[in-house]
């Protein structure tokens, strides 16, 4: 495994991070035990993961709880969040603290290493800032909480709106956002500020169900080469990326994974999973070398200029 530090946190976090929420949630919406899911995360722990994001509204803290509960506490960084909505409403501060609370019960310890506001849409960042992060403040000082972090609403906010305010207020050590090889636009909004500020980078959406399933890659390049997106001969292929499988490329997500993973400013990727060749290929893959230039710079030209694209909404079954 690899490692790097969280931006200014100072968490020693490997580069491959366990995301415990997305379409399979450890394999629990696909009809995994809850055994089968907790010695999923423990097999991750294994291979070196350290990082491990999960969320009250994933319904997964209580697996990652009892996986780690016979570890020693910094053996792994756990990171969970709390939903700043509410039955269409924004939620007060002490309900946020409650969904803290629940979330240390449901984790099994006194603290987390991150906690993040989740999925903050901008018109709801002043609320977070006024109402929300002066109470998580108090509960950092109090060791509940080690770093406080803010995850965009990447469907709704593909410009990144809501993380080009925050990375410019000093209470946010860690954000996280979508990036992959068809959404490569927090090169140009987010990345320089945040390497400027150490601002820990953490990346969800480099798969998805863009590139994972059948068809669908397929699907959205003819709808852009019509939009006039994308050049014709994209849509005319029936592997339209396969000039990325070359030399030790093996597949068009062994290409996301490292096109992300050495992006200038990145620093953990997160992948889900709730299979064990699949988790042991994702670590694989984020663990190779970064992409021939070539195919980054022609990834880049061809899609540099696209927003958007590849940010569904966690498929369920």
């Not at 990082?51 to 709880?65: H, K, N, P, R, S």
Request: with cysteine; hydrophobic share 40%.
């Amino acid at each position: 495994m690899h490692y790097t530090t969280l931006g200014k946190t100072g968490l020693r976090v490997s580069v491959a991070g366990l995301g415990c929420g997305g379409s399979s949630r450890l394999g629990r919406a696909w009809g995994k035990s809850e055994a089968e899911s907790v010695a999923l995360v423990r097999h991750a722990v294994d291979l070196g993961v350290n990082f491990l994001d999960t969320a009250a509204a994933y319904g997964t803290e209580a697996i990652v709880g009892k996986a780690i509960r016979e570890l020693p506490r910094d053996r792994v960084v756990v990171a969970t969040k709390a939903q700043i909505r509410q039955d269409g409403r924004l939620r007060s501060a002490l309900e946020v603290i409650d969904s803290l609370e629940s979330s240390l019960r449901n984790l099994g310890t006194d603290y987390v290493d991150l906690f993040q506001l989740h999925g903050v849409p901008p018109a709801a960042y002043d609320h977070a800032m006024q109402e929300l992060v002066p109470a998580l403040l108090d509960e950092q000082a109090a060791g509940k909480l080690r770093h406080l972090g803010i995850t965009e609403t990447a469907p709704n906010d593909p410009k990144h709106l809501m993380l080009q305010r925050a990375v410019h207020d000093d209470c946010w050590q860690v954000v996280m956002l979508a990036f992959h090889m068809m959404n490569q636009n927090a090169r140009e909004s987010v990345f320089p500020h945040t390497r400027e500020r150490r601002v820990g980078t953490l990346l969800m959406f480099v798969v998805r169900s863009l590139f994972s399933v059948p068809g669908r890659l397929q699907d959205t390049l003819r709808t852009l080469a019509v939009e006039g997106r994308v050049p014709d001969w994209l849509a005319e292929r029936e592997q339209p990326l396969d000039f990325l499988i070359h030399g030790d490329t093996t597949s068009v997500i062994d290409a996301a994974y490292r096109y992300a993973r050495h992006e200038p400013g990145v620093d953990v990727v997160l992948f889900g999973t709730g299979d064990v060749e699949h988790l042991e290929s994702n670590i694989a893959s984020i663990l190779k070398p970064p992409l021939p230039a070539e195919d980054t710079a022609r990834l880049n030209t061809l899609f540099g200029a696209l927003e958007g694209i590849g940010l569904d909404l966690p498929r369920r079954p």
